[in-house]
Structure formats: C-alpha cells, structure tokens
C-alpha cells in the first residue's frame, strides 16, 4: 500500500479491520485495497473476494498482494465507493450500483423485473457474453465482475400467510435497492423507502419499514429471519427484478501495473469467474431460505393470478425505464430486447 493510502487506513483507524491475506504486502511488488460495505462473514467476502485475491496471489507467485476493508472500514457510507474507487482512495471496490443511480443506466436494463428471470448464472453469463452492451457505463474504471444474485423476495415484517392479492401491500413502506426497485414499489401502491442494505436490520426492527425488497442470500449476515414473517416470491419462484453489482479497480491503478500481472488479473475475472460466482450466489440463496423456514416464518409463492398480475406491473416498470432511456439518447427499447434474448438463453 502506498503511503497515502497507509495514512489513510490508520487515520480512520481501520488497520486491524484489514484483511491481509497470506502473501506479505512488504514483500509484494503490488499490494491492492479491496473495500465494500458488508461484513467479512458474508458471502461477498468469503466465497467471492477473498478466494478471487488468493488465486491471484498464488498466480503471481506473492507478486501481487491485497488488503480487504470490510464494513466501509476505509470510510465513508456504501454510495461513496464507487466515487472511491473511481478517483483512487480505494483500488478496488464491490459495491451495488444502484448507489449511484443514473451513472449506468445501460446495466439496469438487466436488473429489471420481466428481464431479470431469477437465475444469477443465467444473468451473469448475459451480462458477461454482451458487455459491449453495457460496456460505456464503466469506462471511467476497470471492470473485473458485474454481476447480480438471485433476485428480489418480498420479505414482510408480519405475518402475512393468508395473503392472496397484491392490493394487500398497498400503502406499505418498503426497502428498495435501486431506482428501479422504487418504480416497482410505486406501481404496486406502495411508498418505497432507499437505504443501503446494512441499515436494513435496524430499519424493520424499529418499524421504519414494513419490509423489503431483498434476496434470501442476504439473510444469515443481517439476521433477517429474526426480523421477518413472511417472504414472497412468483409461482414458479419468479423474483422481482434483481440488483446489479460491480467488482471493479480503479483504472490508472491497472494500467500503472506490469503487463504480465494486469494478465493475471483479466485471467481470473472473466466468463468462468462470472459463472463461479452466479452458482456461489445461487447456493447461499438455499442456505438463506433454509433459515426462513427453519425460523417458522411463511415462504409464500403467489398464485397464478397474482403472479401474472406482478409480471404486468414489472413489465409497466420495463416501460417506464425504456421511456427514461430513450430520453437519455439511449436506444432503450433494443437494449431491453437484447438483455432478454441474453438472459433467456442461459435461463434453466
């Protein structure tokens, strides 16, 4: 780490937050910072970052070495880090990009619901097989993964077992990802309510929401079975749309690297790596719904009839965002038709 970022990490006191993992940044020729706003028992860290950097390591025989900071443990709240990464106090960051929204507007086409099926392997390959479409958002950093999980749940603070019409959620205040996850809440009738998601535990404890909008995978690190009765999702587990994250470095930071271990780099961050992480996200979906059930909490599947009704609202969303782009100079409609044809085709 250079001295800068040194100082950096002791001013805020986050030293002891850092993960080194086991190659000595003192003996490295580069030594990396990793930061992202969850915890380093999540799946992001544990099955995602931390393995990623080791290969590396391995791969580089300790040429090249990371710090990960865990928690916004380098400073700031979640929407600072693509900020971070893109001006440099970071080196590379995992962050949700609906922080930051109307900064990649093209990669939203493939979080929104009807486009999005509920398969993250599916989206990830999509997305990594046509990023040309979405290519233009990230030309300000250097992209390693953009990916999503499994989709969005319904999760509800009450119990709500004998739900049979989505006019039942009218009026409820829900937690929402992104811009686009607010234009789905709004259809339905109800208030949406922005927060990144480690405010979320405290935000249904208290009742300053009455629920969210959230995949199962996010459920052992916040504990959201303990704060939950009821989870929704589509017939045929149809989600509601899904979320877009980037696994990105800052970009003078790759190209000032020796060309043989930027090689290194774009070794372990394409197809395979998009395809290992998608089948990661979609295993810690199971454990997490494991633990909804295990708690006593209803995992209901709408009927045909709420679930076609939910298609349609999502599609009004898809419409709505198609209309935005279009305004935008975008060509909104063929970007659409072109990540549903992707996604389909890896679908399962």
Not at 179 to 192: C, N, Q
Not at 292 to 299: C, L, M
């Amino acid at each position: 780490m250079d001295i800068k970022r040194t100082l950096r990490a002791l001013t805020l006191g986050t030293i002891g937050a850092a993960l080194s993992l086991p190659a000595l940044a003192a003996d490295a020729e580069v030594t990396l910072t990793i930061h992202h706003f969850l915890s380093p028992k999540s799946t992001t860290q544990a099955q995602m970052i931390e393995p990623w950097a080791k290969k590396i390591e391995k791969a580089s025989d300790g040429r090249i070495a990371f710090e990960i900071f865990p928690s916004m443990s380098m400073g700031g709240k979640p929407p600072a880090l693509y900020r971070q990464v893109r001006d440099g106090t970071a080196d590379i960051v995992w962050t949700l990009a609906g922080y930051t929204p109307g900064v990649f507007p093209r990669a939203e086409a493939f979080e929104l619901p009807t486009v999005h099926l509920g398969s993250a392997v599916a989206t990830n390959l999509a997305i990594n097989d046509n990023f040309d479409l979405i290519a233009e958002d990230f030309e300000d950093v250097k992209p390693l993964l953009i990916h999503t999980h499994d989709g969005n749940a319904l999760h509800l603070r009450e119990s709500r077992s004998d739900i049979i019409s989505l006019d039942e959620l009218q009026g409820l205040k829900l937690r929402t990802p992104s811009r686009t996850g607010a234009w789905l809440i709004e259809a339905l009738g109800a208030e949406p309510v922005g927060m990144p998601v480690p405010a979320l535990p405290q935000a249904l404890s208290k009742g300053a929401v009455d629920g969210a909008f959230v995949p199962f995978e996010i459920f052992p690190p916040l504990k959201l079975a303990e704060l939950t009765e009821t989870s929704l999702e589509g017939r045929n587990k149809e989600r509601f749309g899904t979320s877009i994250f980037m696994f990105v470095m800052n970009k003078d930071r790759f190209e000032a690297m020796p060309e043989d271990l930027q090689k290194i780099i774009e070794d372990h961050s394409g197809r395979d790596f998009a395809k290992e992480i998608g089948e990661i996200w979609e295993l810690a979906e199971t454990s997490g719904k494991a633990m909804q059930h295990d708690s006593g909490s209803d995992i209901i599947r709408l009927d045909e009839n709420a679930t076609a009704e939910m298609t349609a609202i999502g599609q009004k969303v898809v419409e709505r965002w198609v209309e935005e782009a279009s305004s935008d100079d975008l060509d909104g409609e063929a970007l659409i038709d072109a990540a549903r044809r992707a996604v389909r085709k890896y679908t399962y």
